[in-house]
């Protein structure tokens, strides 16, 4: 089920989330990596989990349909 929320988030959130929880990297060094603010890191981080939160939180049947 987490993979597949996973999949379906926006491509800037999934990255940072993994680059986060996964690698274990810090804002500043998202930030640096990924050529953006640390402002935006934290805004891609909690869109991405409150999107992966509302994902996963579903029904798993629903997890293959758009939202």
């Known amino acids: ?38 402002r935006m890191v934290s805004e891609h981080l909690t869109q991405g989990m409150a999107i992966l939160a509302q994902l996963y939180l579903r029904d798993p049947a629903e997890l293959g349909r758009k939202l």
């Not at 089920?1 to 810090?26: F, M, N, Q, T, Y």
């Not at 998202?30 to 953006?36: D, T, V, Y």
């Open 1 to 38: 089920r987490l993979k597949a929320a996973l999949v379906r988030l926006p491509s800037d959130c999934r990255e940072v989330i993994l680059l986060r929880r996964v690698e274990g990297l810090s804002r500043p060094e998202i930030a640096g990596r990924l050529g953006i603010t640390e």
